[in-house]
T-cell receptor, first 114, second 111 residues
Framework: DAGVIQSPRHEVTEMGQEVTLRCKPI?????LFWYRQTMMRGLELLIY????????DSGMPEDRFSAKMPNASFSTLKIQPSEPRDSAVYFC????????????FGQGTRLTVV | RKEVEQDPGPFNVPEGATVAFNCTYS??????FFWYRQDCRKEPKLLMS???SGNEDGRFTAQLNRASQYISLLIRDSKLSDSATYLC????????????FGKGTHLIIQP
């Protein structure tokens, strides 16, 4: 398996534009997580899905952020409109069972909003 | 109190030395604990799980103290390749899924 695949790896966009980040989890994994990492705040859990269903989105910073998982092999995180403070590395991770098993991370998308 | 708290470091340690760092967590309902490693500009990767009885993996030893709500990681005979950021991770507990990450401890092994 190729692991968790995220695209794009880097994204530079202007303030106000819509940004869509994509993730393909490891086949067979039941859980998918979206994290955001900044120097100031570290790794923050934004939202996670279990069997394609959003379970906890309490970490989503505001209504400008939305996430979907239309099927077991694909998820998107959308920011609309984007703002400079959204600049961060966004990681997608997947796992079989969350409590006692490893979460596998993608390589991340480095987002810069100018 | 932060959910997961770590000393950010950096810890500057000579090669071959032993280094240890701790992590405290606030949620007494947390049941699963891990140490992840993150190299510069890379994704986090699992280093080891932390079990109640303590566990060892080669040069790495992890311990859990539930009463005091802290986790420790000990690295013996440190190598240059151990230089990285070490993230303390706990599950949310209370029936909720999802992992909460500390901000990490930056370790630099010096030749």
């Amino acid at each position: 398996d190729a692991g968790v695949i995220q695209s794009p790896r880097h994204e530079v966009t202007e303030m106000g534009q819509e940004v869509t980040l994509r993730c393909k989890p490891i086949s067979g994994h039941d859980y998918l997580f979206w994290y955001r990492q900044t120097m100031m705040r570290g790794l923050e859990l934004l939202i996670y899905f279990n069997n394609n269903v959003p379970i906890d989105d309490s970490g989503m910073p505001e209504d400008r952020f939305s996430a979907k998982m239309p099927n077991a092999s694909f998820s998107t995180l959308k920011i609309q409109p984007s703002e400079p403070r959204d600049s961060a590395v966004y990681f997608c991770a997947s796992s079989l069972i969350t409590l006692n098993t490893e979460a596998f991370f993608g390589q991340g998308t480095r987002l810069t909003v100018v | 109190r932060k959910e997961v708290e770590q000393d950010p470091g950096p810890f500057n340690v000579p090669e071959g030395a032993t280094v240890a760092f701790n992590c405290t967590y606030s949620n007494s309902a947390s049941q699963s604990f891990f140490w992840y490693r993150q190299d510069c500009r890379k994704e986090p990767k699992l280093l080891m799980s932390v079990y109640s009885s303590g566990n060892e993996d080669g040069r790495f030893t992890a311990q859990l103290n539930r009463a005091s709500q802290y986790i420790s990681l000990l690295i013996r005979d440190s190598k240059l390749s151990d230089s990285a950021t070490y993230l303390c991770v706990v599950n949310k507990g209370g029936g909720a899924d999802g992992l909460t990450f500390g901000k990490g401890t930056h370790l630099i092994i010096q030749p």
